[in-house]
Structure formats: structure tokens, C-alpha cells
């Protein structure tokens, strides 16, 4: 791994004893780094000419002399301007007496979303004319020089959160919708989660930020990877879909705590719930069990819990694989709502309704219902109807119920029913997955339901020889509202043991993978971890 030459100074600089000092100066290095994480008010000014932000000037400001910088949102009647910044927005008053006669030019022929700077006194708003929506609403300011930082041509649409444009519209033009509200919001939200994160990590928990490569060889199983040309004619790297091996190869190193930012590319077709490239935190640790990753993450995700939010109660229920299956028909519930799936199968075996016989009288066959509670209320015929036909053209997917029920949910909110509140954070663990999968190409064979390097569970090990379909896996995912925010595994760390799934089982040709079967050999500790990818869209 490449260290820039100025950082391996001060590591060697670090570790250097001084004098009579016989312990390094890491020890006092890293408390030093837990001090000054303590939290503070941010200096939004430092370092740049303005004194304040539009945003946090309040009645306590009264009688400063201030210096602005940001966009014209607003103005009316050329008497009354409202600058915007990232920070928030406050009333200018624009001068009207002839002595101002540049300033008043300035701020009255500037196009909006143009950028001025403007230097004047914070006063009292006139009694009655105060602004209790807005947090400067007390205040305004009272402009005695403005200057045009740059000119605005005409917009493509406006800079305001309720004005609709098209997604299309809005991509095009991303630096323009970056200036609104909210995703303003949802940027700064980010940052200040992953900060947190670090925290918790990092100070709290002895973990360490390591980069890993981003250009690597290709590897088998997961998803496609996408290809990078060499100089080398005929020769790519491979961009990784995660840092796995790295992170493996990191516990072997002895790292014992290890987590990252980390950036990953699966050369897939974009979905609502998967692009092409992503961040995930990634975590890998040794000599831990999956309760110990659970309890990491809850009290990672209770650490950095937006505080505008209702606070996480811990530990997380959690759920088997097929426990998730038959209760909801899917391996990631929504469990805001009811509506599970019961199987109610023995009270038709004697029935005589024909195509119940028939159901029954297949292997494993059954038959399930769902109850929709006041559903008289809300589905007319021809919502029946709808329901009925959904149920026809998805009839040969095994999902059929799990969709089915969220269809149902669909129809019902359309309606007027409240099942799924967008405020409430149901989060669930599910566990013991299968450890192998058929393949769909050729049943006979087996492919990872996860990756290739996922542990057996204990109880199912003597399955892997003779009936590997059959064993569950060390894999558990983190679900909430319905989706996968993130999954993990305890990994394979006996060489042998990845050896044979490897070449026995899944037939991979385990030269590709030579480097990590190699590494397990010398002394790799018991390890697992997790990633997180797709939770800070649940608070926005």
C-alpha cells in the first residue's frame, strides 16, 4: 500500500522514542485525536470575507456590523431583497436615498440567483411586520455597500422545493437543484452520519480507516465487474464490487478492526436499488461472532442517529430466512404493517372445492391466505379484480405472495388506508440464509447465495458433504421498511475448508483466488463483518 512520503515521515517521526521515553508517542497521539473531536460550534466565516451566514443572524446580532455573501433569492418592489446562502435566508433592506444610489443599482438590476456581496447593520424588523416562519424573521439588514460577485442569465427552472421539475430536467442542470432546501439537506445530513460513524468507529471503538485498492484483478462470483484497460495490450484491471478479500487479507494482517468509506462499481443495469457505483461503510473484524457484528451496528447506527429523528430502540428483532419467507413472502419484510401470510392448509384437506384438492395434493403444496383487516371498507370489485389479475401474471414466481401483499398495501394506501408510516424506522435482522443456491442456468449445480467465502453454519458443517444444498450460512441482513441496508457474513478462515467449496462445490477455478487460500494458511483469526450502503436515503 502507497503512503505519500511527507505521511511516512511523521509515521516514523511517531514512532521514534524521544529522550528517555521508552513507549512510543502513538499512545498520546491518538488521545490527542479524541480530544479534538469534541464537539463545537462550526466557524462557517473562518477564513473567508464575509463575518456571518444569512442563516444564523438573530435578534442577539442586533447593532453588528455584518458582511453577507450569497444568491438573490427574492425581492419586492425594489425595497426588499431575500439572500440565501447554504445556511438559510435573510431580509435586505435596499437603500432608497441618493447617496446609495450605486448600492440600490446593484441590488435592483441583478437578475435573481445572482451572487452579491453585502455589507450593513442587522436591525429590528417595524413591529408587525416580523416573520415568525423564518428563523432571521426578528431582523434584517440594513445594506450600506453591495457588490455584484457574478451575474445570473435566465434559469432553466426555479430554485424554490415546492416549484416541480422533471428528473430529467433536474439532472441535467445538478449544480442548479443543488442549491435547494433539500438537497442541501440531504448532503450536509450525509456528511454529518458518516462523521458520526467515524466517531463511533474509530474513537470509541479502536477501529482504523484504511483505503484499499481500487484497481485489482478479477475475481469469481457477485455480481459483474467492470473492466479497466491497461497500457498493456490485452491486459485490465478489475474495478472491485467490494473491498472482501482486501478486508480478509487485513484481519490476517493482524489490523483486528478495520472499516471504510468505501467506493464499489458493479457493472449492472441501474435499478431504484442499485446503481453502478456506491459507498458502503465497510466493516471487518476478528475474533467476533454474528451477535457481536448485531450489537456493533446497532450501537453504531443508535450513535449517529440523526437527532431530529425519533431515536433507535436496541436490539433489533430479528428473523430466520425461512421464518421471513412464510410470514411475508420475501427475505427482506416490510414490518410496519400486518397482512402476514398464514398457512391455513389443514383446514381444506378435506375440502372438496376442486383446485384446493389439487393444490394440496402436490408435493409441498399449500394454501395460504392474508387477512386485510376492514378491506371491505376500501377494495371495491374492480379492486379485487386487480388483485386477482397481479396474482395471475406473477403466478410462477415463488415471490408471489410477498408481492401480493405489497400490492395489496399499494392499492389499499391509494385508498386512503394507513399501513406503512414514512416517519417509522422498522429495522429487522434476518439470519440463517442458505449457504448455496441451484444455479438457474443448470440446477444441478451450485452457486453462493452470497459469496463464496460466507461460513457454514456450525450445526450444518457434516451437510457440506453430503447434502450441501441443505446448509445454512453465517449471513445475516439488515432490513428496514422493506429493503436491505446492508448484509455481512462470519467468514471462511480454514484454508481447506475454502478450498473445498470452492473447487468441490462451486467448481471455481480456485487459482484466481490463490493469494487469499494462501494467506488463510498463515494464521488467520476467526473473522466477519458487515457493509452498510443504502441508509442515509431513509432519512431524507
Partial sequence: MYFPSW??????????????????????????????????IPEFSSF??????????????????????????YRRQNIFLVLRDFHGLVQVVIPQDESAASVKKILCEAPLESVVQVSGT??????????????????EIKVKTAELLNSCKRLPFEIKDFVKKTEALRLQYRYLDLRSFQMQYNLRLRSQVVMKMREYLCNLHGFVDIETPTLFKRTPGGAKEFLVPSREPGKFYSLPQSPQ??????????????????????????????????????????????????????GLLQYSWPSDKNPLVVPFPS????????????????????MKIVDISNAFRNTEVRFLQDALSKP???????????????????????????????????SLLGKLRLACADLLEMKGMVLRDPAQFSFLWVVDFPLFLPKEENPMELESAHHPFTAPHPGDIHLLYTEPEKVRS???????????????????????????????????????????????????????????????????
Avoid at 478486508?247 to 478492526?257: H, I, P, T, W
Fill in 122 to 139: 442587522v436591525i429590528s424588523r417595524p413591529p408587525g411586520q416580523e416573520n415568525p416562519k423564518m428563523p432571521t424573521g426578528e431582523i
Fill in 364 to 398: 409441498q403444496g399449500t394454501v395460504k391466505a392474508m387477512c386485510v383487516r376492514e378491506g371491505a371498507n376500501y377494495l371495491k370489485r374492480k379492486d379485487i379484480e386487480s388483485i386477482r389479475k397481479f396474482a395471475a401474471d406473477h403466478f410462477n414466481e415463488c
Fill in 48 to 73: 473567508i470575507a464575509r463575518t456571518n451566514t444569512c442563516g444564523e443572524l438573530r435578534s442577539s446580532h442586533l447593532g453588528q456590523e455584518v458582511t453577507l455573501c450569497g444568491w438573490i433569492q
Fill in 319 to 338: 428473523m430466520t430466512f425461512a421464518e421471513a419467507l412464510a410470514t411475508y413472502g420475501t427475505d427482506k419484510p416490510d414490518t410496519r404493517f400486518g
Fill in 7 to 40: 505521511l511516512s515521515q511523521l509515521c516514523r517521526g511517531l514512532s521514534r522514542p524521544i529522550g528517555r521515553t521508552t513507549q512510543p508517542t502513538w499512545g498520546s497521539f491518538s488521545r490527542s485525536l479524541a480530544l479534538s473531536s469534541q464537539r463545537r
Fill in 245 to 298: 478479500q482486501f478486508k480478509q487479507l487485513l484481519m490476517v494482517g493482524g489490523l483486528d478492526r478495520y472499516f471504510q468509506v468505501a467506493r464499489c462499481y458493479r457493472d449492472e443495469g441501474s435499478r431504484p436499488d442499485r446503481q453502478p457505483e456506491f459507498t458502503q461503510i465497510d466493516i471487518e473484524m476478528s475474533f467476533v461472532d454474528q451477535t457481536g457484528i448485531r450489537s456493533l451496528i446497532e
Fill in 474 to 540: 453465517q449471513h445475516y441482513d439488515l432490513v428496514l421498511n422493506g429493503t436491505e441496508i446492508g448484509g455481512g457474513s462470519i467468514r471462511i478462515h480454514d484454508a481447506e475448508l475454502q478450498h473445498y467449496i470452492l473447487a468441490t462445490l462451486l467448481k471455481e477455478d480456485v487459482k484466481l483466488l490463490s493469494h487469499l487460500l494462501q494467506a488463510l494458511d498463515y494464521g488467520a483469526p476467526p473473522h466477519g463483518g458487515i457493509a452498510l450502503g443504502k441508509l442515509v436515503l431513509f432519512f431524507l
